[in-house]
Nanobody, 120 residues
Framework: VQLQASGGGLVQPGGSVTLSCAAS????????MAWFRQAPGKEREFVSA???????SYADSVKGRFTISRDNAKNTATLQMNSLKPEDTAVYYC???????????????WGQGTQVTVSS
């Protein structure tokens, strides 16, 4: 099983970026797809999750600005990030797990991460 995250880069404050996660080597239609991030000097934290059988959820810090979506037919997940702030700067990781959770042990597969830098 492999997860490939892409779409990061340098963006100005207030700007937008879209991250994509492509999953291969398995069936993910009945799994939770999620995004985590790790800022410099900080622990990795939950950003958003989209269970196969429930609504999406978000960390309070990104609620109203980020939107997660998934395409089960293509085994992909997308994180649309709007109104970006410098504190959103981090390496963003996609993950696939058994259930929706903010805790990493519930996720079995992880992508390699993609850097998002918000700076003027």
């Amino acid at each position: 099983v492999q997860l490939q995250a892409s779409g990061g880069g340098l963006v100005q404050p207030g700007g937008s970026v879209t991250l994509s996660c492509a999953a291969s080597g398995g069936t993910f239609s009945r799994k939770t797809m999620a995004w985590f991030r790790q800022a410099p000097g900080k622990e990795r934290e939950f950003v958003s999750a989209f269970p196969w059988d429930d609504q999406s959820s978000y960390a309070d810090s990104v609620k109203g600005r980020f939107t997660i979506s998934r395409d089960n037919a293509k085994n992909t997940a997308t994180l649309q990030m709007n109104s970006l702030k410098p504190e959103d700067t981090a390496v963003y990781y996609c993950a696939v797990g058994r259930r929706r959770s903010v805790f990493e042990p519930y996720y079995d597969y992880w992508g390699q991460g993609t850097q998002v830098t918000v700076s003027s």
